[in-house]
């Protein structure tokens, strides 16, 4: 009891003692005070620019403030809006001024640092390499450097270096985007089957035109569109597809390792020929080759009753954006005259949507590749791209499924179509490889929002698998200095007279019997056989890439 009580006086004195000292040295107080201060002045200022969305501010974002914490940065953003004209207008401008930021964040579909910028502005000095960065501050993105021997290949220049990174997302159904929808109500309406030959097609779409599927008494149908929109709305490639392997972006394929142009093929004419014959017979219409999006749009969306048998498209939504979308099911490739081809395309894009200037000072520098570093790990690319765990997603509950039904559920979006500012949104979409995509829960009901994703899923698995062994692979292909201009006029003049000429061979302009061998030699004027040689020697060059 007394060894309590002296104790406890021992204890008394020295708590005393502490207040006391503590009120006769007032600057322990402002020091302490001082520490929180400079702790605050040990953020580092970072110049962004970044995309920004309608529903987002970057300034009160959430995951602005998170990194901000977390790494210690201030952000001042340069924003440009999500419209892909004005985000590339504004990145060039600010390039040509001089008055670029630190860093860049982009958005491979908004706009993104095309393959020449980065060895123009790499040689230039304006955009630093980040080798040394990432080896030394990035072991998330080193590693996945060193996995994925394709992003690699995409990502690092032919001079052995990497000026930027581009978005890692393996989204399956956009590796094979050269789709057919084709409208199931009405080969229901009409007892028929899913055509899988040529004729069989053809047939079907004979049947939509002069049998009324939609059942208003009027011959309104169009069997058959497409857009001039976009390479994966065409019709060309899918049918082609069906003689021989039309990639839609270089007419090129491999055979034994060598390089070689399909467009002045015999198989070319035949494909020619068939769809000569459909539109002929009118059953492609003709603003298949004219029309852009809006104009799609409208025949898929017509107000009165629906009007469209078949499109071509990536996305359903691309062309009908309604509840008419839900009428229209993939087809799988046909089964041609020589083959049954799927366009392929890896869906990571040559280019850089991150990238680092001669601006940025050595801290900036590695606090910027600490940031990617962590969007480069699941976690990071789930909170920079998803949000907040809670109010932006959720963990899979019992009997939850992913969009691959094989793979155990990562995460659930609690609401997609309206996202919070909880993230950076498309801006952070930098590590999200296939296993993480195809974890995501999506809804059983494919013909609902909340099983959209599922339903592309279910598209793809027909595509999947039957493209040719060997592909040119142009998302990956870096060309020498010496040839780039030699090659952007070759490839313009070649692969516009291309499509110039099939469509006039399609649509009759041009007879495929008495103007093939001229349009032949008017490629050869165009220097096809050159154009050939380039991709030979940058074909050869990536197989030889470590």
């Not at 390792?257 to 068939?274: H, P, R, T």
């Not at 009901?445 to 999947?464: S, V």
Request: aromatic residues 12%.
């Amino acid at each position: 009891m007394e060894l309590k009580k002296l104790l406890w006086n021992f204890l008394s004195i020295g708590l005393v003692s502490v207040i006391l000292l503590s009120a006769c040295n007032p600057e322990e107080e402002v020091s302490e005070e001082g520490n929180e201060s400079d702790s605050a002045d040990t953020a580092t200022k970072m110049t962004v620019f970044m995309p920004e969305g309608d529903n987002m501010d970057l300034e009160t974002n959430s995951f602005t403030q998170f990194a901000e914490e977390e790494f210690e940065i201030d952000f001042e953003f340069e924003t440009t809006s999500w419209d892909s004209a004005a985000a590339n207008e504004r990145r060039q401008i600010s390039l040509a001024s001089g008055d670029y930021p630190d860093v860049y964040f982009l958005i491979e579909w908004v706009d993104q640092f095309k393959a020449n910028d980065l060895l123009r502005y790499g040689k230039q000095g304006v955009l630093i390499p980040l080798n040394d960065l990432i080896a030394e501050h990035a072991p998330n993105l080193q590693a996945v450097l060193e996995e994925y021997d394709e992003f690699r290949k995409i990502a690092t220049t032919p001079d052995g270096n990497i000026y930027g990174i581009p978005q890692l997302e393996e989204c399956f159904h956009c590796t094979w985007p050269n789709k057919m929808w084709i409208n199931t109500d009405w080969l229901e309406t009409l007892n028929l089957e899913m055509p899988q030959s040529h004729e069989e097609f053809k047939d079907v779409l004979t049947a939509f035109k002069e049998q009324d599927p939609n059942g208003n008494g009027e011959a309104d149908e169009i069997p058959l569109s497409g857009s001039a929109a976009s390479p994966s709305h065409s019709v060309i490639p899918y049918l082609m597809n069906g003689f021989i392997y039309d990639d839609s972006e270089t007419r090129l394929i491999v055979n034994n390792g060598k390089v070689d142009f399909v467009a002045n093929k015999e198989e070319w004419k035949k494909g020619l020929e068939y769809l000569h014959s459909l539109y002929q017979e009118g059953l492609i219409d003709s603003g298949s080759f004219t029309q852009n999006r809006d104009a799609y749009q409208q025949l898929g969306n017509n107000a009165d009753d629906m009007i469209l048998g078949a499109a071509t498209a990536q996305h359903p939504w691309e062309f009908v954006d309604n509840e008419n979308q839900y009428a229209y099911d993939a087809l799988a490739p046909i089964e041609g005259t020589y083959y049954q081809y799927s366009t392929y395309f890896y869906s990571v894009v040559q280019g850089a949507t991150f990238a680092i200037t001669n601006k940025a000072s050595e801290e900036v520098q590695v606090k910027a590749i600490k940031l990617l570093d962590y969007m480069f790990t699941e976690e990071g690319s789930t909170r920079a791209h998803f949000g907040v765990e809670g109010e932006d997603w959720v963990k899979p509950e019992e009997g939850d499924l992913a969009i691959n039904e094989e793979m155990d559920p990562i995460l659930k979006q609690l609401h997609p179509k309206e996202p919070t500012n909880n993230s950076w949104g498309a801006s952070a979409q930098y590590f999200q490889p296939r296993e993480y995509r195809d974890g995501w829960v999506q809804a059983e009901d494919i013909y609902t929002d909340d099983g959209y994703e599922r339903r592309l899923q279910e598209a793809t698995y027909l595509y999947e698998g039957l493209e040719p062994n060997e592909i040119f692979p142009f998302w990956a292909i870096w060309y020498s200095e010496e040839v780039q201009d030699e090659l952007a006029t070759l490839e313009t003049n070649i692969l516009d007279n291309v499509e110039q000429n099939s469509v006039q061979f399609i649509t009759g302009e041009k007879s495929i019997e008495e103007d093939w061998d001229d349009y032949i030699a008017g490629l050869e004027s165009l220097g096809v056989d050159r154009y050939i040689e380039i991709n030979q020697e940058a074909y050869n060059n990536y197989l030889e890439a470590e």
